[in-house]
């Protein structure tokens, strides 16, 4: 159990529809990342925020936005959802920045969009 | 952009057998780090190698790292049914953002 709890597991919406995904990170993580997992794409880092504020930006649509709150929980949404976001996407946590030391990963909401 | 490339991108092996899959990358690194991801499950961290380091062991872990051919390996002996899962190496370049490979789908057959 790495610590990092992602709600829902699963998520069946239609196109260009909005959902809200959300991460409680490890005890004691300030840095909250969220990945995007396909098939095609593999894992793409899409947004990082230490602390409450916006640390760094990977490869995230205008459509998507993130937040996290002083709690350090952190939500993901997604907006006018198309086919093509269907994916898996997943939280991460560390106690340092990106890279200086391991990310704990949730086990990921499953996204589909129909 | 994928920084890492996992080599081979899949591979089957007995159980009892040693299994290598190889990562290369295009630019400087502070560090790399290889992660298992089990199917359908969230990633699980398994060893960070330093830019200064050139090997290091976890259990039935090996890592190598090579910063001059730019390139790394993961060596499990002894391989298990239970090692059967895709695993991925990340490495930390310009920014301090960690971006991953594609990775090596492996199969253990028991």
């Known amino acids: 159990d790495s610590g990092v709890t992602q709600t829902p597991k699963h998520l069946i919406t239609a196109t260009g529809q909005r959902v809200t995904l959300r991460c409680s990170p490890r005890?004691?993580?300030?840095?909250v990342y969220w990945y995007q997992q396909s098939l095609d794409q593999g894992l793409q880092f899409l947004i990082q925020?230490?602390?409450?504020?916006?640390?760094a930006k990977g490869n995230i649509l205008e459509r998507f936005s993130a937040q996290q709150f002083p709690d350090l929980h952190s939500e993901l949404n997604l907006s006018s959802l198309e086919l093509g976001d269907s994916a898996l996407y997943f939280c991460?946590?560390?106690?340092?920045?990106?890279?200086?030391?391991?990310?704990?990963f949730g086990n990921g909401t499953r996204l589909t969009v129909t | 952009s994928q920084q890492g490339e996992e080599d081979p991108q899949a591979l089957s092996i007995q159980e009892g057998e040693n299994a290598t899959m190889n990562c290369s990358y295009k630019?400087?690194?502070?560090?790399l780090q290889w992660y298992r991801q089990n199917s359908g499950r969230g990633l699980v961290h398994l060893i960070l190698?330093?830019?200064?380091?050139r090997e290091k062991h976890s259990g039935r872990l090996r890592v190598t790292l090579d910063t001059s051919k730019k390139s790394s390996s993961l060596l499990i002996t002894a391989s298990r049914a239970a090692d059967t899962a895709s695993y991925f190496c990340?490495?930390?370049?310009?920014?301090?953002?960690?971006?991953f490979g594609g990775g090596t789908r492996l199969m253990v057959k028991p």
């Open positions: 990340a490495t930390d370049n310009a920014g301090n953002m960690l971006t």
């Open positions: 005890s004691g993580d300030l840095s």
């Open positions: 991460a946590s560390s106690a340092l920045g990106q890279g200086q030391a391991p990310l704990h």
């Open positions: 630019t400087s690194i502070n560090n």
């Open positions: 190698i330093r830019s200064n380091e």
């Open positions: 925020y230490y602390n409450g504020e916006e640390r």
